[in-house]
């Protein structure tokens, strides 16, 4: 009688851990597959030029008139450096990608922004033709 019950535990343990390796693969793969979804939805440098001033213009601090593809950040739609902050982790959160610090720096208008995340995205040469 142990040795069916033995038998049973180790059945069900090994089962047990195997369904956790298959649990985490596919965790794994869904978070790929998704962040591979949200930075692949706009293909286009124009429909990516559309999401990010469509998001500039949401941003609660900016008056959605005044923002346009060149319309600086700081300087025409009058954006501290904490909003930008704000502004760019927006834009890693609608676009499901990292933007470093230093890059950031460097963000200083909508164009900036889209030609960024096309050529983060993999879309660069595209990106540089059409913005």
Known sequence: MNAIRNAISRH??????VSRCIIAEN????????????????HSPDQIMDRVVGLVKKFDKIEASKVSER??????????????????MAFEQEFSIEIPEEEADKL??????ARY?????????????SL
Do not use: P, W, Y
């Not at 995340?117 to 033709?129: E, F, Y």
């Open 71 to 88: 319309a600086n950040f700081q300087k025409d739609l009058s954006l501290d450096s904490l909003d930008k902050v704000e502004l760019v």
């Open 117 to 129: 995340i096309a050529s983060a995205s993999g879309g660069k040469d595209t990106a540089n033709k």
């Open 108 to 113: 200083t208008c909508c164009a900036d922004v």
């Open 27 to 42: 965790l794994h793969g869904l978070n790929r597959l998704n962040q591979m979804l949200c930075t692949s939805t706009a």
């Open 12 to 17: 069900v343990n090994l089962r047990a851990s």
